[in-house]
T-cell receptor, first 115, second 113 residues
Framework: GAGVSQSPRYKVAKRGQDVALRCDPI?????LFWYQQALGQGPEFLTY????????KSGLPSDRFFAERPEGSVSTLKIQRTQQEDSAVYLCASSQTRLGGGTQYFGPGTRLTVL | AQSVTQLGSHVSVSEGALVLLRCNYSSSVPPYLFWYVQYPNQGLQLLLKYTSAATLVKGINGFEAEFKKSETSFHLTKPSAHMSDAAEYFC???????????FGTGTRLTIIP
């Protein structure tokens, strides 16, 4: 496809369930990012990959959050034992360059609601 | 650490009027600066970005922004608002060599017919 795609678009989970969110970046893009956007707020950085290497995970809020990109393309963000405060839109972005300043192209996001 | 402040969480303008959305940043070194637009239930779309070339940056849909180092500002403007401009707008900053974007809290733009 031409852009970043994410699935599912909507996810409802009961508190305590595990969820997995998928991101398909633009083909050939080296860098991949995950952001969390709470209601009424701007996106906040979670983690960053360059190819398959996770270079920065400083934004992950707890050890219940885990991200991987094993083959340097598709990425999965996993949240274990979901809590109500995890409810948010999770945005994935990809960038062509390894250098800072490259344009990040965003997917439509996955809206997670934890009941 | 860098940060971004967007003044005015809600801005309303009449159709055809000037749009001005304010963004101020704090950074110890000159950053890269971005404006993104978000329509309901969609991801972020890049409007324009500043990367230390020309201080006046032109973007898509008739928007432009001017980098003013002395004021640490990067305000977004459009001479004449259109109904289709109604959306949420985010200013973001990125330091060279640092990959993560830091976003402001956003400004919701409403266009009055």
């Amino acid at each position: 496809g031409a852009g970043v795609s994410q699935s599912p678009r909507y996810k409802v989970a009961k508190r305590g369930q595990d969820v997995a969110l998928r991101c398909d970046p633009i083909s050939g893009h080296v860098s991949l990012f995950w952001y969390q956007q709470a209601l009424g707020q701007g996106p906040e950085f979670l983690t960053y990959f360059q190819n398959e290497a996770q270079l920065d995970k400083s934004g992950l809020p707890s050890d219940r959050f885990f991200a991987e990109r094993p083959e340097g393309s598709v990425s999965t963000l996993k949240i274990q034992r979901t809590q109500q405060e995890d409810s948010a839109v999770y945005l994935c972005a990809s960038s062509q360059t390894r250098l800072g300043g490259g344009t990040q192209y965003f997917g439509p996001g996955t809206r997670l609601t934890v009941l | 650490a860098q940060s971004v402040t967007q003044l005015g969480s809600h801005v309303s303008v009449s159709e055809g009027a000037l749009v001005l959305l304010r963004c101020n940043y704090s950074s110890s070194v000159p950053p890269y600066l971005f404006w993104y637009v978000q329509y309901p239930n969609q991801g972020l779309q890049l409007l324009l970005k500043y990367t230390s070339a020309a201080t006046l940056v032109k973007g898509i849909n008739g928007f432009e922004a001017e980098f003013k180092k002395s004021e640490t500002s990067f305000h977004l403007t459009k001479p004449s608002a259109h109904m289709s401009d109604a959306a949420e707008y985010f200013c973001a900053v990125l330091l060279f060599g640092n990959e993560k974007l830091t976003f402001g809290t956003g400004t919701r733009l409403t266009i009055i017919p």
